[in-house]
């Protein structure tokens, strides 16, 4: 689509350990899409949203940002660079009302004063701006909400804070369909109001709904990414449970992997 | 406007139009959802100031017993109102009796053993406090052990110290004027109405400030009716209080004349309005209620929860400090068992009675006020009903568990009725 990626990752290694969980992966983003971050459990796509939000410092390997260079040795980096991560369970407080959650941590203040008038403004434009109709009132505690109203709410709270690039971990994992809909509807907006989102889920049904690009992680390397509209559903089940799929994904050759690609194919049938 | 424009989409029979009807069924809506707030701890004043009148009308009505209930639970309500901000964490404080006895002892000690002035030995007994506080919100926050132990290792400790601060069981006079005066002198009646003015103007003014404030920026608001009516409220209330506080209650008036606010009183007035101010309006306060609701997410929210953790043991000793200074001054002494016996488990009970939850996250500083009310009011009524101790206890503990009772029933119809 645009000509530099949003943010583009190369050559990413992390460790914990012994343990080898990403090896030279590469990724790149771009502003208005949605790229689905696809993989097993174990594969490393956890670990790497938390290294690209700075929880976890990388061992090698390079961040651009907007074309440039950048560190991001931890979660303050990644939140002034305007990168969001709403998390699978969701980090919001029960106790405190929609507005309250929004700016947890960043309240605005006048003096030593919290500053609830002009918190509650931003927050009901931020909610305006997304379209969010199913938040009867703004200072309602989030223990009344729904879960797709909760979800809702931890989305906003991501676009606030004027990011570029907001991150979901599984945000329709808890979800009913009507919900679902409604979350993944969101996610789209998101992206068609210009910020770059990833979404990383396990439900193929909901990353072909809405992603523009699917990036699938084997085993802890990047083996695939492509446009949406290149791949069959059955060749992402193939990317993520054997790490290839025709032409897409690692050589035959399966590299140091103890798992060979022989069991995996048989599951991969087993799926479609 | 934005703001109205995301109100009218949703649906408009949720939206509670801004009428002092819709004000009442909203809050009704409330307390019937599980959020009953401090309405369990006012009826329980309403009924057993009513029983006792009614029993006791004579003694129990009269100006100079509702004094006595201000001196006589000022200690405890303080240390109830440290304990808040411990317990909206869901940690308890069990040394916070004992530190109290200690603080006491150290001001004691500072101000009749060594002779130094009273404010050095408040200034003494409070850093006292600060210290316990920090010592126990460290082990609790960065050792990690359970806050439980922790406090119950130091209500054993305290107990020793307070002990050996007052050399093996005789105890220490405080005589100093100002420290007496404390809990034992009023003040005068003119300058008990100047700072019920203050207080009522003063809210008032907050009130109707954030009212404007909130209307000129289009957001929805209070209506303006009930806002003068808990202006007006409040004004009646403390308007009463100070009326009755200033009749004569002397027996003998040629002797001495006894009427007046007592001095503790505004101090826990100031004390109040500082808790709540920090809890309601800084971010510090807005991060204690985060990490009570959830603390992974205040923690990913970028809030230090550690730091949070132990500066609310810090206030709560500090309180606990207060606690005992005004202890010492209405007992005009320290001994071994200041801030022993029942005064932890009253002040518990003052928060929890109050509405403060033990799980954490919900809770208010006035709460710790009204709960001490209670407390107060039981002690003080079944006393002059000439019932032995043994009945005040076991009355004080049922009162206790209802209202810890109270809290779970409210917090699980909160749930049943919180995600719809």
């Keep these: 689509m645009s000509a530099t990626p949003l943010l583009e990752l190369r050559g990413i290694d992390k460790s914990f350990g012994p343990v080898q969980v990403l090896r030279d992966v590469a990724l790149t983003v771009h502003p208005g899409e949605v790229t689905a971050l696809v993989g097993d459990n174990g594969a490393g796509k956890s670990t790497l949203v938390k290294c690209i939000s700075g929880i976890h410092p990388i061992d090698a390997g390079e961040f651009l940002f907007n074309g440039e260079p950048v560190h991001i040795g931890s979660p303050r980096d990644a939140a002034t660079l305007g990168i969001e991560v709403v998390y699978q369970d969701l980090a919001l407080c029960d106790n405190l009302d929609i507005v309250q959650n929004m700016f947890l941590g960043r309240e605005k203040r006048s003096g030593i004063v919290l500053d609830e008038p002009t918190m509650e403004q931003l927050a009901a434009e931020t909610l305006a701006g997304l379209s969010i109709r199913t938040v009867t009132s703004l200072r309602q505690h989030v223990s009344s909400l729904s879960g797709g109203q909760r979800q809702t709410v931890a989305i906003a709270k991501a676009v606030l804070w004027n990011s570029k690039l907001v991150i979901l971990d599984e945000p329709t994992a808890a979800l009913g369909v009507a919900q679902t809909a409604q979350v993944l509807e969101l996610v789209r907006r998101l992206a068609d109001n210009g910020l770059a989102v990833v979404l990383i889920s396990h439900n193929m049904n909901d990353v072909f709904a809405v992603s523009d690009r699917i990036a699938a992680l084997y085993l802890g390397q990047m083996v695939a990414q492509v446009k949406t509209t290149d791949i069959t559903h059955a060749q992402v089940v193939e990317l993520i449970t054997a790490g290839r799929s025709g032409g897409l994904g690692l050589a035959t050759d399966p590299g140091s992997n103890g798992d060979g690609p022989q069991p995996a194919d048989s599951i991969s049938g087993g799926v479609r | ?420």
């Excluded at chain 2, 009924?47 to 009269?62: D, E, K, Y």
């Excluded at chain 2, 005066?181 to 009023?186: D, G, K, T, Y």
Aim: some cysteine; hydrophobic content about 55%; charged content about 10%.
């Design chain 2, 1 to 420: 406007m934005t703001t109205t424009a995301v109100r009218k989409d949703g649906p408009a029979a949720v939206t509670p139009p801004p009428t002092v009807g819709g004000h009442a069924r909203t809050y009704l809506s409330r307390v019937r959802g599980g959020d009953v707030g401090a309405l369990p701890a006012v009826l329980g004043l309403i009924v057993l100031c009513t029983v006792f009148a009614i029993m006791r009308p004579s003694s129990f009505l009269s100006a100079g017993n509702f004094a006595n209930l201000f001196t006589q639970g000022a200690a405890v309500t303080l240390i109830a109102m440290g304990l808040v901000f411990v317990l909206l964490l869901g940690e308890i404080d069990l040394s916070a009796g004992f530190a109290s006895g200690v603080c006491a002892a150290v001001l004691a000690n500072v101000v009749t053993v060594l002779g130094y002035p009273w404010w050095v030995a408040v200034l003494a007994a409070i850093a006292t406090g600060v210290v316990i506080g920090t010592t126990l919100g460290m082990l609790v926050a960065k050792i990690g052990i359970p806050s439980f132990v922790v406090t119950l290792a130091g209500f054993l400790a305290f107990q020793g110290v307070v002990l050996l601060l007052v050399k093996e069981g005789t105890n220490i006079s405080v005589r100093d004027e100002v420290l007496v005066a404390i809990a034992n002198r009023n003040l005068a009646p003119t300058v008990g109405w100047a700072l019920t003015a203050v207080a009522v103007v003063g809210y008032a003014a907050v009130q109707l400030l954030r009212h404007r404030t909130r209307v000129a920026r289009g957001l929805i608001t209070d209506p303006i009716a009930v806002v003068a009516l808990r202006i007006g409220g409040l004004a009646v209330i403390l308007g009463t209080a100070v009326y009755v506080l200033n009749l004569e209650r002397s027996r003998n008036v040629l002797i001495s004349s006894l009427k007046g606010v007592p001095i503790v009183v505004p101090v826990i007035a100031v004390l109040l309005v500082i808790g709540t101010f920090v809890l309601q309006r800084t971010s510090y306060g807005r991060h204690i209620y985060a990490v009570g609701g959830n603390r992974e997410a205040a923690r990913r929210a970028g809030i230090e929860v550690d730091r949070i953790r132990i500066s609310v043991f810090m206030i709560c000793s500090s309180m606990a400090a207060i606690g005992g200074i005004v202890a010492a001054s209405r007992a005009n002494s320290v001994d071994p068992n200041t801030g022993g016996s029942n005064v932890l488990l009253y002040a518990v009970g003052a928060a929890v009675i109050g509405g403060t939850s033990l799980f954490g996250g919900k809770g208010r500083v006035l709460d710790a006020v009204l709960g001490g009310a209670v407390v107060a009011v039981i002690e003080n009524g079944m006393g002059l009903m000439g019932y032995s101790a043994g009945v005040k206890y076991v009355v004080t503990g049922v009162v206790l568990l209802l209202a810890a009772s109270v809290d779970a029933l409210s917090r699980r119809r909160a749930a049943a009725t919180g995600t719809r």
